[in-house]
């Protein structure tokens, strides 16, 4: 099983797409091993041009990059890039397809154990989020809550954290995804810590001129956050801990008056 979240983030050049994913995997007699969750669709020419989490039988997900990247390429612009609308219509080429076939599995008496997460952020800085369930219907997420989150974490914890802690562009979101994934895995033994499987896609400008960016989180960062996630935590404890001594009144006046000094 797995937990997948992807986040829309505003960032100085337009808006931008976070994944990050466990990768532990689970074989249906209890073995756990290593695998990828997360798939960039990148072009031919090098042009990068969405990203791809998935949950699931994991011959379906390995399936759904597939259809996934094949049409978001088959969609892009005469630029070599894709763009919000392109998407969109991608995004309604991948429905058919994946109906068909789960349509088909269904009439054989199979029932497909399947999710995907797709985003997208084109050269005018514009993001595209969008989830795909079971039925193969995908609903847009990039307005309205603004991030996407499957696989069995998103039951054991996954969903409660993130509404807990808040979903908040002004905030540290690759932190934030981070500690999720690392709380829920202390409680959903299908679900693996946190290890840097983590995806950015943004706009950058080089030379005055502006590209679309992917790339994985670097090493120096995981160990960052992985340092950060267990002293957050412990002032968790602590927080609860102190508003049962002092009570919540007072926490809160000491919580104003530090956040108007930062």
Known sequence: MTLVIALKCPISTGESILMVSDTRATTSVGIMYEARKIHAIISEDGKNLGIVGGAGDSALVKWGFEVADQIIKAHASDDGLIYFD?????????????????????????????QLILGSVDLDGRASLYQFDNRGLAEPLHDDPGYAII???????????????????????????????????????????????????????????????????KAEALREYKEKISKRRELIRELWKLCDEIGEEEIEKKLKVALEKA
């Open 151 to 217: 696989g069995s974490g998103m039951i054991t914890g996954g969903i409660l954290l993130l509404r807990l802690l808040g979903y908040r562009p002004d905030i540290d979101l690759g932190m934030l995804t981070a500690f999720i994934l690392d709380m829920v895995s202390e409680v959903d033994p299908s679900v693996g810590p946190f290890v840097g499987e983590s995806y950015l896609m943004r706009i950058e400008k080089r030379d005055d001129e502006k590209y679309v960016a992917l790339g994985p989180l």
């Open 86 to 114: 392109e998407v969109r219509d991608a995004v309604r080429r991948m429905e058919d397809v994946f109906m068909s076939r789960f349509h088909e599995l269904r009439g054989r008496g199979l029932d497909p154990s399947f």
